[in-house]
């Protein structure tokens, strides 16, 4: 099993920074990407970063610019540098890593969610 635990999120003002983390554990061989997406109250979950296991990277529109997700040198930590926020911005935010396991089995888990609300 891989597990993934976020941290970071909270309240900001519009114009500040937030940075989210997302660690992997577990019987992990392999990455092939990892993503943050969010999902605000009413809305879809929508997909904010992703950067592959070669380190190709791709963000919504709505954020570039403003976000850069980025990853630890073992690549088991994703992160999301978050500035320049919008209360629009406001959202749960789940990361998403998917691989293989040492049973080479493939795996697609979740984060927990971390709420990150953008207001003054």
């Known amino acids: 099993q891989v597990q993934l635990v976020e941290s970071g999120g909270g309240l900001a003002q519009p114009g500040g920074s937030l940075r989210l983390s997302c660690a992997a554990s577990g019987s992990i061989l392999l990455i092939s990407a990892m993503g943050w997406y969010r999902q605000a109250p009413g809305k879809q979950r929508e997909l904010v970063a992703l950067?592959?296991?070669?380190?190709?990277?791709n963000y919504a529109d709505s954020v570039k610019g403003r976000f850069t997700i980025s990853r630890d040198s073992p690549k088991t930590t994703v992160y999301l540098q978050m500035n320049s926020l919008k209360p629009e911005d406001t959202a749960g935010y789940y990361c998403?890593?998917?691989?293989?396991?040492?049973?080479?089995?493939?795996?697609?888990?979740w984060g927990q969610g971390t709420q990150v609300t953008v207001s003054s």
């Open positions: 998403n890593i998917g691989g293989l396991t040492r049973a080479y089995d493939p795996f697609d888990s």
């Open positions: 950067i592959t296991r070669a380190g190709a990277t």
